[in-house]
């Protein structure tokens, strides 16, 4: 760790600027009035490749050596971007071959952003020469404090390219993996429909396909894109590690972006960042089951639960998927919220404006789940191309808006960094989101959907929540919480046993340990090599229309089920709640073995009332709230925040709508 990874001593702010985009005699000033709002770092530079590098070879650093220095005369430090998100128009036209494709088989052409595949060796070539070339000219300059790798790996579907590079290096890919074509056609499951390969040669990327793909191929296409992107952004880590000594170095992630494994990606870098837009993430992204009454709720503020639930996957991603939240597991290395919705957005169907008090408490709540700087999404509205009806701090014509005035008014320093002290884990594996999503067999649920479940169930209890990976480190949770793991190896159902007899309560979701790593069901059954843990065998699964549902009973009541209900048979475990009614009448829906629970039917009360079943006993508090007030914990202190525009009666105080306070705790 150096000084520029260290976490501040409390939340500090940034903003995203475009100095390319604003005539010269705008970067002073605008430097000089970031720093008078209390912004001390500003990112840029990651779609300036064509002005920077006009023609192949041709460099005019003049105007970025400019504009840095502006920023460090007004004392606003630096984030600095590898260029890569944008190959400039010379470069594509030399190399088209650069260019991806869809999934239609149809290449993406140039004229917006991410327009490149990342297995094109030519590509690879350039990126590391321009990362290079940026890394000379500023990696050691005062101001430039850290790197940005690109922007926003697998924006706009660019994770996967089903064509040139990639489809050219997938044989080779498989090769290494399976050594002979014979294991892969095991691995697969070829033997159905006649699908077995003679030689890797003959494989092509999963797509355009009569019917369904084979789950196996999408899966094993998906860890492969996944590893080229984690080799791309390594080639230029390599590069910044050497040429820029001191600084820190991290990517800024998506909302729910499940095109690749963030913990591989993630790995090499100094602590994660990621893009933070409530109200376009609430239009895509609304929690399971929920309607127009939830998204009209919550328009102009964002869920709460769907934000906490991103800043709880990133907090914790750049330490190998470990929790960094408990404390004494060391030095959490902090989170960044890069791009900060601070007005409306330009990309979601529609595009409301943020209430009064919202951008306040977005930046209090990702103090809270641990972000040591928050940084807005952007200085100054852009006046040209794509993204002209998105706000910044400025409205187009430079005057201040509304958000500004939010982020000025707010107190930095009542938010001080350190850890977040979760005892609960929630699991998650991008494989297991491949596989889920590949078959999703209800379509009102998927992996995400799932996991905000139990997630937002936990959140409505108060408790802070750690989202780690499936196969971290446990010891010292009070309990984990697997949601949506369907894949389950041996080793991973191991490490679980291991955590359970280490104390640690263990509870999963319906779906759990359904598949083996290579995507296949486990032919004894499932939950596979869980069995013996959980004390249960799946008996039945139903995938429940929108019009039917199925009722469960047990200690804390009567419930309905949507979407999902699955039954065990009782070997070793004990029913605690059963299904009344429909083909799963009279069997179990959850049960319990020892320090282990698994619920088997997918409702949100059940969920909740076996969630605080487990809890009590353990020393995790546990206050249900009401809708839209939350409770955030870090570094000794607790965010009390409401969501809700009407004000809140709630333990004896007023708390006014859309805002938060900050109390010392014990
Ligand atoms: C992000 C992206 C930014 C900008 C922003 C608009 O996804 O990184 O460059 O496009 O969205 O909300």
Not at 98 to 104: K, N, S
Not at 174 to 199: I, K, P, Q, T
Not at 429 to 454: C, I, P
Not at 645 to 652: C, D, H, K, R, T
Request: hydrophobic share 40%; glycine share 10%.
């Amino acid at each position: 760790m150096t000084d520029a990874t260290a976490s501040p001593p409390h939340l500090l702010l940034g903003s995203c600027d475009y100095p390319e985009h604003v005539p010269r005699d705008r970067w002073a000033r605008y430097a000089a009035q970031q720093r008078d709002a209390g912004l001390r770092f500003v990112r840029i530079a990651e779609f300036a490749w064509s002005r920077l590098e006009p023609s192949q070879g041709h460099y005019d650093w003049n105007w970025l050596d400019q504009a840095i220095e502006a920023y460090h005369a007004a004392g606003v430090k630096v984030v600095l971007c590898t260029l890569t998100a944008t190959p400039p128009a010379w470069l594509i036209r030399a190399h088209p071959e650069i260019l991806p494709y869809d999934e239609q088989g149809r290449v993406r052409e140039f004229g917006s952003r991410r327009h490149y595949d990342f297995a094109s060796p030519v590509y690879r070539e350039h990126s590391r020469r321009v990362t290079l070339a940026m890394a000379l000219r500023y990696g050691r300059h005062p101001a430039v404090v850290g790197w940005q790798t690109d922007n926003e790996f697998g924006c706009h579907a660019t994770s996967r390219s089903y064509g040139g590079a990639s489809a050219a290096a997938f044989p080779e890919w498989l090769r290494r993996r399976y050594s002979v074509v014979e294991r892969l056609n095991d691995a697969w499951g070829n033997v159905f429909w006649s699908m077995e390969y003679a030689s890797f040669d003959q494989i092509r990327p999963p797509m355009l396909t009569v019917t369904e793909l084979n789950p196996s191929h999408v899966l094993d296409y998906a860890r492969f894109c996944s590893s080229l992107i984690a080799e791309f952004q390594r080639e230029q880590v390599e590069i910044l590690r050497e040429m820029s000594p001191g600084r820190f170095i991290t990517h800024n992630f998506m909302i729910f972006e499940s095109g690749f494994d963030h913990y591989e990606v993630a790995a090499g870098l100094d602590f994660a960042s990621w893009d933070n837009y409530p109200l376009g993430m609430l239009e895509q992204f609304a929690p399971s089951g929920s309607g127009e009454d939830v998204k009209t709720h919550y328009a102009r503020t964002g869920h709460p639960d769907l934000i906490a639930f991103n800043h709880d996957i990133y907090r914790s991603l750049a330490a190998g998927g470990e929790g960094l939240g408990r404390e004494g597991r060391g030095t959490p290395p902090g989170m960044w919220v890069m791009e900060q919705q601070c007005g409306q957005v330009n990309w979601a169907p529609y595009n409301p404006l943020p209430e009064d008090g919202a951008v306040a408490l977005w930046t209090a709540q990702a103090w809270a789940h641990g972000a040591d700087v928050v940084s807005y999404f952007r200085w100054r509205a852009a006046t040209m191309a794509q993204e002209v009806m998105h706000s910044g701090l400025l409205r187009h014509d430079e005057t201040e808006d509304r958000g500004l005035a939010e982020v000025r008014a707010l107190d930095q320093a009542q938010f001080p960094t350190g850890p977040v002290p979760a005892r609960v884990a929630l699991l998650h594996d991008y494989e297991s989101l491949w596989l889920y999503d590949q078959q999703k067999h209800a379509a009102s649920l998927s992996y995400w959907t799932q996991m905000v479940a139990y997630h937002g169930a936990l959140r409505s209890l108060g408790v802070d929540v750690d989202i780690v990976h499936a196969d971290a480190d446990l010891s010292g949770y009070a309990v984990a919480v697997a949601p949506a793991v369907t894949l389950v190896s041996e080793i991973r159902a191991a490490r679980w046993a291991q955590a359970v007899n280490g104390g640690v309560k263990l509870v999963c979701g319906p779906r759990t340990g359904f598949r083996m790593p290579g995507g296949q069901t486990w032919a004894e059954g499932q939950p596979g090599p869980l069995s013996g843990l959980l004390g249960v065998k799946l008996l039945q699964f139903d995938s429940l229309r929108p019009t039917l549902s199925q009722t469960v009973h047990g200690s804390s009541g009567d419930f309905e089920a949507h979407g999902w209900a699955e039954s065990y048979r009782l070997e070793g475990a004990e029913a605690r709640y059963t299904y009344g009614g429909g083909p799963l009448d009279g069997q179990v829906a959850v049960a319990s073995q020892g320090h282990t629970t698994v619920i088997g039917a997918h409702s949100v009360g059940l969920i909740r009332a076996v969630l605080t079943e487990v809890l009590s006993g353990t020393g995790v508090p546990t206050t249900p709230l009401p809708e839209g007030v939350r409770l955030s914990r870090r570094a000794g202190r607790t965010l009390i925040q409401n969501w809700n525009a009407e004000p809140i009666q709630w333990q004896g105080r007023t708390l006014a709508p859309v805002s938060f306070e900050v109390m010392t705790h014990a």
